[in-house]
C-alpha cells in the first residue's frame, strides 16, 4: 500500500527552494527576536509564531512554484 506517490524532478527542486527560503525565515525571525530581546528586553514573538510563519512560509512557497509550473505546462 502506497500513501504518497513519487515527486517529480520538479516537484523535488520546489520543495528545495521552499525549505530554503523556510530556513532563512526563521533564522531571520530569531535573529529579530534576539536582538529585540537585547535592547528592549522583552521578545516580541512567541515561539509558536516563529514556528508556524517559517513552516507556513516553506509550504506556501512550495505551492506557488508547483502551482506557476503547472500552468506553464498547461500554456505550451
Do not use: C, D, H
Not at 16 to 29: E, N, V
Not at 59 to 75: Q, T
Amino acid at each position: 500500500m502506497k500513501f504518497f506517490r513519487k515527486m517529480a524532478k520538479g516537484e523535488q527542486n520546489n520543495w528545495r527552494k521552499g525549505a530554503i527560503l523556510g530556513f532563512y525565515t526563521y533564522m531571520l525571525l530569531l535573529f529579530i527576536n534576539y536582538v529585540s530581546s537585547l535592547i528592549f528586553e522583552s521578545e516580541p514573538l512567541t515561539s509558536g509564531i516563529i514556528f508556524w510563519t517559517g513552516l507556513l512560509v516553506a509550504f506556501g512557497y512550495e505551492f506557488i512554484l508547483n502551482y506557476s509550473s503547472r500552468m506553464k505546462a498547461k500554456k505550451y
